[in-house]
Structure formats: C-alpha cells, structure tokens
C-alpha cells in the first residue's frame, strides 16, 4: 500500500472513531440495547404463554411475533421505527469497532473483531425486520427459515451447509452459556452501584444461559433437517419451542428459557445504561 493510501485509511479510521465516540451516535448505539431488551421481553412472555397453553392460534414464539405484537398495539409503528434506528445505530457501531478499534493484529484482537461483527449481524437482523415490519412488509422468520433449507438441501452439497450452520448455532448457544456462567458479559459494562450489581448479576447470568440452551435447540434442529433432508424440521425459534413443548417435560423447559429471555430482555435494559462503549 503506498504512503498516500495508508493516510488516507488513518484519516477515514479517525473519522469513522470520532462519529462513534460522538454523544449522539452514543446514545442511539444504547437505544439499541433498549429495542433488543423490548425483543427478547416479548419472546419471553410469547414463550410463557406457549407453555401455559394460552398462545393465540397462529402466533409465532420468535423474533417475527414479537414484532408483530409491537406492531398490533397503538404507535407500535414509531416503537418499531425506534427499534430499527437504535439497533441500526448499533450495528454501525459494532462494524466500525470490528474495522478501526482494534490497535494490534494479535488472534485476541482479531478474536474481538470477529465477535463484533458477529454482533453486528445479529443487530443489523433485528433493525432490518423491525423497519420491515414498520412499513408493513414483515414475514415469518420460520417460513423464512424453511425455505432457505429447501433450497440448500437443492443444491450439491446442502446437507453438509446445513450441518456447518447448525455447528455454528450450536457453538453461539454453549458461546452464550458459557458467557453467563462466567459471568464475563461485565466485561462489556461498567460496574454499577453494587445493589444494582447484584441484580444485573442475576439477570445476564439467567438470561445468557436459558437463552445459549434456545440456540442450542435450534442448532439441533437445523441438523436433524440436514440430516434426514427434511426442510420442515428447520425452524428458528418458534419451531424449538414447539418442539419443546411436545416433549415430555418440555412445557418446564419452555417455561423456564421463557423467563430466561425475560431476564435477557431487562438485562438489555441495564446495558443500555451501564454499557462500555
């Protein structure tokens, strides 16, 4: 790379880090932490309802219903649009993060930069299906999900993309177990007042674990779609929970990673204020 390329790319870094630290992208970034908190309420309370038996009849337990709930209630649509321009603000954050916040080229740093790209995804997903169903264009996240393994189970080798993807599902959910029984998800947040630290202990070590054991079960089920070459048993969340619930014992389960995404949800909320950005 010549001289004049390589100032160029210092200068546009320093541009790209002086906009994230700025105070107003700071605050959209956290309203970000607010939208996924409001998410991952829903999906609980979603969740809870499936195992009591009082779910309406064709909702789904996932991110797309939770989103539709938001959507049904009155100025759901401005919520929804805060949503989208939070998590968006966020996902922002996190790439510029992954691009110009690291300050060596050791396999910790790039080990950070994959995590926040990881990250980014996931927040860029949320922002999308938030503004979508905004402007009335949401679809369902299992239809979806369905028909991205019909068409991978079409083409050379599908069954063994299936199974690399259900690796990966299963990997982030014993990723999110792990990081609540460690409890190092303080790591990305400031230590609060310590009445309030305990409680945030509790809520992000809950939640991060119920939560890793959902991804985990939808990881199996991603693999056993693969394997017995059956798109239908590819399902997001609402397929896991409903696979739970038929099992015996499942509507305990359910329950309980129900209210692990309650915990998430308000966790989220904590994060939003205590956040290390």
Wanted: with cysteine; aromatic share 8%; charged share 15%.
């Amino acid at each position: 790379m010549s001289e004049q390329a390589e100032q160029a790319a210092r200068k546009t870094g320093r541009e790209a880090r002086r906009v994230a630290d700025s105070r107003w992208f700071e605050v959209t970034a956290r309203a970000g932490f607010v939208g996924s908190g409001i998410v991952h309420l829903l999906i609980g309370y979603l969740a809870i309802l499936l195992g009591v038996g009082n779910a309406s009849s064709g909702t789904e337990t996932d991110q797309s219903g939770a989103l539709q709930q938001i959507a049904a209630v009155p100025g759901g649509v401005v919520l929804l649009w805060i949503v989208t321009v939070g998590c968006a603000a966020l996902t922002i954050r996190l790439v510029l993060e992954a691009v110009v916040g690291g300050r060596t080229d050791s396999a910790r740093a790039w080990g950070n930069r994959f995590k926040d790209v990881c990250k980014a995804v996931v927040y860029g997903v949320i922002a999308y299906s938030a503004a979508s169903y905004a402007v009335g264009a949401g679809k369902s996240s299992s239809g979806s999900t369905r028909s991205a393994a019909a068409k991978a189970l079409a083409t050379p080798g599908g069954v063994f993309l299936l199974l690399l993807v259900a690796a990966v599902a299963v990997g982030i959910g014993i990723g999110l177990v792990v990081i609540g029984i460690r409890r190092s998800f303080w790591k990305q947040l400031v230590h609060p007042p310590q009445s309030v630290e305990r409680v945030v202990t509790v809520l992000g070590v809950v939640g991060y674990v119920l939560k890793g054991l959902a991804v985990v079960i939808v990881g199996v089920l991603i693999a056993v779609a693969g394997l017995r070459s059956d798109p239908d048993q590819a399902t997001g969340l609402d397929g896991a929970f409903d696979a739970l619930r038929s099992m015996p014992g499942g509507v305990f389960v359910l329950m309980a990673i129900g209210i692990g995404f309650l915990a998430f949800g308000v966790y989220s909320f904590f994060r939003a204020r205590y956040a290390r950005l």
